[in-house]
């Protein structure tokens, strides 16, 4: 169950972040120069073709990350998992896929913190609105589908339930274009899992295919095995199945 420390450190930690306004690593004009170079090449972000380029870009890297992880509560942007200063363990995110808008790669505005498995769930997919064009980097929150790091509050588009698993405030389509798109129901599954007891390991997969299937039927064969798999488990469980059976 969500304790009031955690639910207090979410609620917190879930206003928007601020946009970095400059870099104090790199140079401005250092900066441009990233930007001309990724132009047209989004595979510029792995590969820098010399040691000066590579240096520049690691003091860019770092200096993002340091401070949109800070910026955002040390959650990441999307399914608010801890992150560990290490960063090697999460990503500096594009908001906005590099790889179809190569321009925009170095700006700071279309940047944020976010876990390794959301950045690579949401990879390339469309996360602005219809009839909306970039570049330049669209700047209201009504141009985008998903809950941008920098325009909207978390909050107000998604929650925790009681079960610590996250959920579309209100039925927020936005909040629900999140989910789906960074494929948060695999960290709901393990949240919910855990109440299975010794069963938790086949929970989770099961729960991942309850959350991952749209049909009823396919759902509702998933629930069977969970509804087997609660009997081992905590009263939790048992509520949790209550839950799901409302939802499908």
């Not at 450190?9 to 972040?17: G, L, T």
């Not at 929150?141 to 959920?167: A, G, M, S």
């Not at 929970?203 to 959350?211: D, G, I, M, P, T």
Request: a positive charge; charged letters at 30%.
């Amino acid at each position: 169950m969500t304790t009031t420390m955690e639910t207090t450190m979410a609620s917190n930690s879930r206003i928007k972040a601020s946009v970095m306004k400059r870099l104090k690593t790199v140079k401005a004009a250092q900066h441009q120069a990233l930007r001309v170079a990724g132009n047209g090449n989004p595979k510029y972000w792995k590969s820098q073709p010399t040691v000066g380029e590579q240096e520049i870009f690691a003091k860019f890297k770092a200096e993002v990350k340091d401070y949109y992880r800070a910026e955002q509560g040390f959650l990441c942007c999307y399914c608010s998992v801890f992150l560990h200063d290490d960063h090697s363990t999460f990503d500096a995110e594009h908001i906005i896929d590099k790889s179809n808008h190569s321009s925009i790669m170095f700006e700071l505005s279309n940047l944020a913190a976010a876990c390794r498995p959301c950045n690579r769930a949401k990879n390339r997919k469309q996360v602005i609105a219809a009839g909306v064009v970039a570049p330049p980097v669209p700047t209201k929150d009504t141009d985008y589908q998903i809950v941008h790091p920098h325009l909207d509050n978390w909050d107000d588009y998604l929650e925790f339930d009681e079960f610590d698993r996250i959920r579309a405030k209100n039925q927020s389509p936005k909040g629900a274009f999140t989910i789906r798109t960074c494929k948060i129901g695999g960290i709901n599954a393990a949240r919910l899992a855990i109440y299975f007891g010794k069963g938790r390991g086949k929970a989770e997969k099961s729960l991942q295919q309850f959350f991952r299937y749209k049909q009823k039927s396919k759902k509702h064969a998933h629930l069977d095995l969970l509804r087997k798999l609660a009997r081992r488990g905590t009263k939790d469980a048992r509520a949790i199945i209550k839950r799901l059976e409302q939802e499908v």
